[in-house]
């Protein structure tokens, strides 16, 4: 199975709202790391958190880390319907190996 | 300068036909990978190429699919006798060897459709 679980797998949800998206995985870990991907085409990485961190911020994201839980959750504030995409989770187990991907989640955010 | 680059972007074959993807790292970026990703998907892991090492082929599903990387720099994913279930968009990514973390550079993908 995936080392990364996204949940939900959709969410819609209206303009100016906020929209949390869950991530899960099962070993441990170096870093987390969150991508967006717009129609199926390449990714595009958002946000990196390590798991010496629990909390990081960029722009209107907001990401946590609990690495005794082994979860983290993407935040996005204000969304907008740009902000339409799929969102997943990647972990990296050791510095400099290979990232492992979630199952993603479709966010939709209706003008 | 320039991201990962993919080609084709579209690729239609009939089934047993044999095709090759393409892909152009960032310059500089010695990690490659492929990945495939099926309709509403996540990522499933191909092949990884890092530096001079061995490749790690773990997530090649078939011995119908190879890749090479030649000179460190651009990669050929070749699917053989391709099946309908083959179908798929290849993505591949590049990052920095020999950093603290790994950040990926994804190119657009191929879209490939196996008719």
């Known amino acids: 199975s995936q080392q990364g679980e996204e949940d939900p797998q959709a969410l819609s949800i209206q303009e100016g709202e906020n929209a949390t998206m869950n991530c899960s995985y099962k070993?441990?870990?170096?870093?987390l790391q969150w991508y967006r991907q717009n129609s199926g085409r390449g990714l595009v990485h958002l946000i990196l958190i390590r798991s010496n961190e629990r909390e990081k911020h960029s722009g209107r994201l907001r990401v946590t880390l609990d690495t005794s839980k082994k979860s983290s959750s993407l935040l996005i504030t204000a969304s907008r319907a740009a902000d339409t995409a799929s969102y997943f989770c990647?972990?990296?187990?050791?510095?400099?190996?290979?990232?492992?991907f979630g199952e993603g989640t479709q966010l939709t955010v209706n003008p | 300068g320039a991201g990962v680059s993919q080609s084709p972007s579209n690729k239609v074959t009939e089934k047993g036909k044999d095709v090759e993807l393409r892909c152009d790292p960032i310059s500089g970026h010695t990690a490659l990978y492929w990945y495939r990703q099926s309709l509403g998907q996540g990522l499933e892991f191909l092949i990884y190429f890092q530096g001079n090492s061995a490749p790690d082929k773990s997530g090649l599903p078939s011995d119908r699919f190879s890749a090479e990387r030649t000179g460190g720099s651009v990669s050929t994913l070749t699917i053989q006798r391709t099946q309908q279930e083959d179908s798929a968009v290849y993505l591949c990514?590049?990052?920095?060897?020999?950093?603290?973390?790994?950040?990926?550079?994804f190119g657009p993908g191929t879209r490939l459709t196996v008719l």
């Open positions: 990514a590049s990052s920095l060897e020999y950093r603290s973390y790994n950040e990926q550079f």
């Open positions: 070993t441990s870990i170096n870093n």
């Open positions: 990647a972990t990296e187990r050791a510095s400099g190996s290979r990232l492992t």
